[in-house]
């Protein structure tokens, strides 16, 4: 009896090609498998806190100041005299601020233009009588510190003053007497600043300025008179913040 191999070998090359084939499969079965029960995760994008910036801006606004001339030698008024004044301001600033939470930290250097001025009227009686006052330039340097609430920050500041300050008097005479002095002081305030579309944020802010006694002499007299001056400004302002974000689109 005569035995064909033919068919006998041909259903084990089929076998074994199965098995080959499901050992090849298996593997990349299985990774779809674990892919589709643990998805690849993402790492979160952490946004730059919205306050940390260098800006540069704008302001403008108003101010009423007072002076006050204690005269030793009674030349120019009885004991004292009170100067009030008011006027106008505009300037710049450049600064820079750093966030922490909701705690902004930062500092800023402003200078403004003054047409801050006052006048009392002559004595006709005190020939040297007569006084004007004109604050024609100030400028600040200040850290500030506020909290914020989103795209809201509130912030107190306070720092040193200077100011250019233009002081008359004898005005009732033929021959005005002109000092002009400058003046360092202590400033302090407080303000409200809301960021608006884009990198531009728009603030409103008021500041006090204190420039303590100095002695000025006003005429011929053998004692020089003592003068201070303090001032209350409101000011309203734009500032452009240059962020990370914008640095590197650009």
Avoid at 190 to 205: C, D, P, Q
Wanted: proline share 4%; glycine share 12%; with cysteine.
């Amino acid at each position: 009896m005569t035995i064909s191999i033919l068919p006998l070998a041909r259903r084990r090359f089929s076998c074994a090609a199965a098995a080959v084939c499901l050992l090849t499969t298996l593997p990349l079965s299985a990774s779809f498998a674990v892919a589709a029960d643990f998805p690849l995760k993402t790492q979160p994008v952490v946004a730059a806190p919205l306050w940390t910036a260098f800006y540069i801006g704008i302001h403008g606004g108003g101010g009423m100041g007072s002076s006050r001339l204690d005269d030793p030698d009674f030349q120019i008024a009885n004991d004292h005299v009170d100067v009030t004044s008011r006027g106008a301001l505009a300037g710049a600033q450049v600064g820079a601020d750093w966030q922490f939470g909701n705690l902004v930290a930062g500092g800023q250097l402003d200078a403004s233009w003054s047409s801050i001025k006052g006048s009392v009227a002559p004595d006709p009686a005190v020939i040297l009588s007569g006084l004007s006052v004109q604050y024609q330039s100030l400028a600040t340097g200040t850290g500030r510190v506020g909290y914020a609430l989103g795209n809201v920050l509130g912030y107190a500041r306070g720092g040193v003053a200077w100011a250019n300050v233009d002081y008359k008097s004898a005005l009732g005479s033929g021959f005005p007497i002109d000092v002009n002095h400058q003046r360092t002081g202590l400033t302090g305030g407080a303000g409200l600043e809301v960021a608006l579309l884009g990198n531009l944020s728009a603030r409103v802010e008021y500041d006090y300025i204190y420039f303590g006694s100095a002695s000025i002499a006003l005429g011929t007299r053998r004692n020089p008179s003592n003068v201070d001056h303090e001032l209350q400004l409101v000011k309203v302002g734009l500032n452009w913040r240059f962020t990370g974000d914008y640095l590197l689109a650009r």
